[in-house]
């Protein structure tokens, strides 16, 4: 599913902004996101999910993100450092209520050069259903 992104600014509209998804998110996230270029207002992150199987309203403003304060980190058999960016992306879904993105990225380090690699299998959903999920753990004695 390729995500289309964009950033907005109530008063400029559309604005041109060179930022990867990954940098886009985790700058939300840190309460870091740049201001317009044009009027130093504030801009909003749009996104569009390439949804399969006829699904609509797959248009979103970011509303909020979250990422773990301190990422987990450990090294992989090449002695590579990798860092696991989970995060929690709250949106307003465009013609339907707030929805739940669950995306994440394993940022991978050499120490010549850092990448970044995608989590291909990020959920998406109504958070009607995402708060139904987190009640039924709960009620089972998960997240206290």
């Known amino acids: 599913m390729a995500t289309k992104r964009y950033f907005t600014c109530k008063r400029c509209g559309r604005v041109p902004m060179n930022r990867r998804l990954f940098d886009s998110l985790l700058a939300i996230a840190k309460g870091s996101l740049e201001k317009c270029p044009k009027c130093q207002g504030?801009?909003?992150?749009q996104l569009e999910f390439?949804?399969?199987?006829?699904?609509?309203?797959?248009?979103?403003?970011?509303?909020?993100?979250?990422?773990?304060?301190?990422?987990?980190?450990?090294?992989?058999?090449?002695?590579?450092?990798v860092?696991?960016?989970?995060?929690?992306?709250?949106?307003?879904?465009?013609?339907?209520?707030?929805?739940?993105?669950?995306?994440?990225w394993h940022v991978v380090d050499d120490g010549k050069k850092k990448s970044r690699?995608?989590?291909?299998?990020?959920?998406?959903?109504?958070?009607?259903?995402?708060?139904?999920?987190?009640?039924?753990?709960?009620k089972d004695g998960y997240l206290k």
Do not use: N
Request: aromatic content about 16%; charged content about 25%; proline content about 8%.
């Open 50 to 81: 390439g949804f399969g199987l006829d699904v609509t309203h797959s248009e979103v403003t970011v509303q909020a993100c979250y990422c773990p304060k301190k990422p987990e980190k450990w090294k992989d058999s090449k002695k590579r450092s």
């Open 117 to 138: 690699r995608y989590g291909q299998w990020a959920p998406f959903m109504d958070m009607a259903i995402f708060e139904d999920l987190l009640a039924q753990a709960r």
């Open 42 to 45: 504030p801009i909003q992150l």
């Open 83 to 104: 860092t696991f960016y989970p995060f929690l992306v709250i949106t307003d879904r465009h013609g339907r209520d707030e929805a739940a993105w669950l995306p994440y």
